[in-house]
């Protein structure tokens, strides 16, 4: 009997040992952090940045009407209260082309300032419109490009007095939709089980099966017009450069997470950052070869849900919470050793 007893504990002591095995992280650290935390006064969801032609005047926006400004390149963010019928709107983006702005948000909303936001007009949309605007994009003078949360696009060209469909059919709920910088479009399902594509001079969506059985979390476009995929488990995958309809081999950053990769973004042509949850970044030097993990900021209590880089020296990645990381390029190794 005590034979057993012992049998059955050195089960459970190794068992034990395999779990403690797989939740350590196999990534090695970055050498450096280059990402401090920012105090916001607001605890609302945020979700979308921009800065106009200056690169010190920037926007944020969130769920609860959130509207913060900052003057002084992202270090410090005052709110701003616009005077709207009521608090309940979520602005989802936010956009701008030199001192013109847009912002669009739900329930259906669209918002055009000319004054580098210093006073912003509401824009009236059609009670037909498909879906509730999530994406907005400024192109220039009186231009801008609106998606909604069903795949419908349009462009406006004179301020946004008209808007017109630039394809027939919507796709359907979609989870989060990415724009290419030549505009192409690609859209997650809501429950990430296929995503569609859809670029100018086509009718409709192109609808793909995803490639593997894990769902699909995110999806984007690379600057050279490759597409980038995140799924369920830790999933990384580029889309073959000689052959789009193609993917290259699925990367695993970290083995066994047990977090999710929420969003992908670049900071340079080679030097690509990851986030996820449970305030999680990763960063590739090398274009998605290999992967370095920045410990520095796994204690900031937020889930990273989107990265922005405005240019390579400005960026930034944007938390649940009122979290928000600014990009310091000081501390990169780049400057460093422009510094010696």
């Not at 724009?179 to 001079?201: C, H, I, L, M, Q």
């Not at 980038?228 to 997470?257: C, H, I």
Request: aromatic share 10%; charged share 20%.
């Amino acid at each position: 009997m005590r034979s057993k007893v012992r049998i059955w504990q050195r089960i459970f002591a190794l068992f034990a040992v395999v779990l403690m095995c797989v939740g350590c992280s196999n990534v090695p650290s970055t050498s450096y952090n280059p990402w401090e935390v920012i105090s916001l006064p607001t605890e609302a969801k945020l979700l979308d940045i921009a800065f106009t032609d200056n690169p010190k005047h920037g926007y944020l926006v969130g769920s609860n009407a959130t509207l913060l400004e900052t003057k002084d390149g992202g270090n410090t963010w005052q709110p701003i209260t616009l005077q709207l019928d009521d608090n309940k709107y979520r602005f989802n983006s936010v956009s701008f082309a030199g001192k013109e702005g847009w912002i669009v948000g739900e329930p259906s909303l669209v918002l055009h300032s000319t004054d580098e936001g210093n006073s912003w007009s509401r824009i009236p949309l059609s009670e037909k419109l498909p879906g509730n605007p999530i994406n907005v994009l400024a192109l220039g003078a009186k231009t801008a490009e609106m998606a909604t949360d069903v795949g419908a696009i349009y462009k406006t060209t004179d301020g946004g007095q008209n808007w017109k469909a630039q394809v027939e059919e919507a796709v359907g709920v979609v989870r989060n939709m990415e724009r290419s910088a030549d505009g192409k479009y690609v859209a997650v399902s809501a429950k990430g089980n296929f995503y569609s594509t859809w670029e100018p001079g086509i009718n409709a969506w192109v609808p793909h099966n995803r490639n593997s059985s894990r769902r699909v979390e995110n999806m984007g476009f690379t600057e050279n017009g490759q597409m980038w995929m995140l799924a369920r488990g830790g999933q990384v995958q580029f889309s073959d450069p000689a052959n789009p309809d193609k993917w290259l081999e699925v990367q695993y950053p970290e083995v066994s997470t047990s977090w999710g990769l929420l969003d992908l973004a670049y900071r340079t042509p080679e030097e690509v950052w990851i986030s996820g949850g449970s305030a999680n970044l990763l960063r590739s030097p090398d274009g998605g070869k290999t992967w370095e993990k920045d410990r520095d900021v796994e204690n900031v209590p937020a889930n990273f849900y989107k990265i922005v880089f405005l240019s390579p020296e400005q960026g930034f990645v944007i938390g649940d919470r009122g979290i928000l990381l600014k990009y310091q390029p000081n501390i990169a190794p780049d400057a460093k050793s422009e510094a010696a």
